[in-house]
């Protein structure tokens, strides 16, 4: 064995990966500058401690300046698994209440210096009131569509219902309920959005369906054939989303910490996407005569397609998922 295949050997690269430096910054000037300062600050209180002796700030100061170099560079880091930013997120949270204890206790006996404080604290809680945090669409722009169709086809067959402080009232049944039959069981098809392959784990629609045996729940994955699919005496109601012009534009703050992992998940949402695309193909082959196919616009990122046997044969086959 020689010096170039042991180099090369894999458990060789993983140790030069974790070693290596990865980038300068994380993408964005305001989150290196923001960055840069966290480093100093931890550095300057490493510093301070080890001359006044406190143990605990120094070990606070080593992690915080570390967890900091992580985030900025990736050293330290496997280039698939870079996670220190909470790290540092939960360092700067101590060092914060640390710095934020120290300024109280100089300033508690100054009246405006408590002013100062509640105002502050009420600012803060009345910003996060009004700006509260937003659920980036990843999975479908029309995640919320989707989640409130199914909420309602769980609540019509089960006559039970998760309760949710987003629910959203609606005037009348809507026309994808009142076509269904309460004497068949009832699939939901959806493309594959968020789940583990083969399974419904993790997809979205299940998690809010209450459990029964009278609706199913299908996500097709991409390469999964479409042959016999549909079947006699039974409903399915098709949940088709599209993707529109101003949502999953992919703006990325930190996109320079895994360029890879970005452009991996990018590409792989596209291609689930294009599910749809062959669902619909498919829908289309079936023949009118044994298939009574009901199409309703839920919303401008959702289409409901209602398809009821009336004893069909499916077409011949039927074309595979892209």
Request: proline fraction near 4%; charged fraction near 15%.
């Amino acid at each position: 064995m020689n010096l170039k295949s042991v180099w090369n050997y894999p458990a060789v690269g993983l140790i030069r990966d974790f070693f290596s430096w990865k980038r300068w910054g994380i993408g964005h000037i305001a989150a290196n500058i923001v960055g840069c300062f966290i480093l100093i600050l931890f550095g300057i209180s490493t510093v301070w401690s080890i001359r006044e002796g406190k143990t605990g700030l120094v070990v606070l100061g080593f992690w915080g300046s570390i967890a900091s170099l992580q985030t900025l560079t990736g050293f330290l880091q496997f280039s698939g698994y870079q996670r220190e930013g909470w790290s540092l997120l939960i360092a700067f949270a101590c060092l914060s209440g640390i710095i934020g204890g120290i300024i109280y206790g100089w300033g508690k006996r100054l009246f405006i210096f408590k002013a100062a404080v509640v105002v502050t604290v009420i600012i803060s809680i009345s910003v996060s009131l009004l700006y509260p945090p937003a659920h980036v669409l990843l999975a479908s722009c029309a995640e919320d569509d989707i989640i409130q169709v199914a909420r309602d086809i769980s609540s019509h067959f089960t006559g039970k219902r998760y309760w949710s402080i987003a629910d959203r009232s609606v005037d009348g049944k809507p026309e994808y309920l009142s076509a269904f039959s309460s004497r068949w069981p009832l699939t939901i098809v959806t493309r594959k959005m968020t789940g583990w392959e083969g399974s419904n784990q993790g997809e979205m629609v299940p998690t809010v369906i209450h459990p029964s045996e009278r609706i199913r729940v299908r996500a097709i994955s991409p390469g999964e054939s479409l042959a016999n699919f549909f079947h006699d005496n039974e409903q399915y109601l098709i949940l088709m989303d599209e993707q529109t012009k101003d949502c999953n534009q992919d703006n990325i703050l930190f996109s320079t910490i895994d360029p890879r992992q970005v452009q991996s998940s990018i590409d792989n949402r596209l291609v689930r996407y294009k599910i749809n695309d062959t669902i619909r193909n498919y829908v289309n082959m079936l023949d009118r005569n044994h298939w009574q196919i009901v199409q309703t616009p839920v919303s401008r990122n959702l289409t409901a397609f209602v398809v009821l046997s009336t004893g069909a044969q499916l077409p011949a086959n039927p074309p595979a998922m892209r």
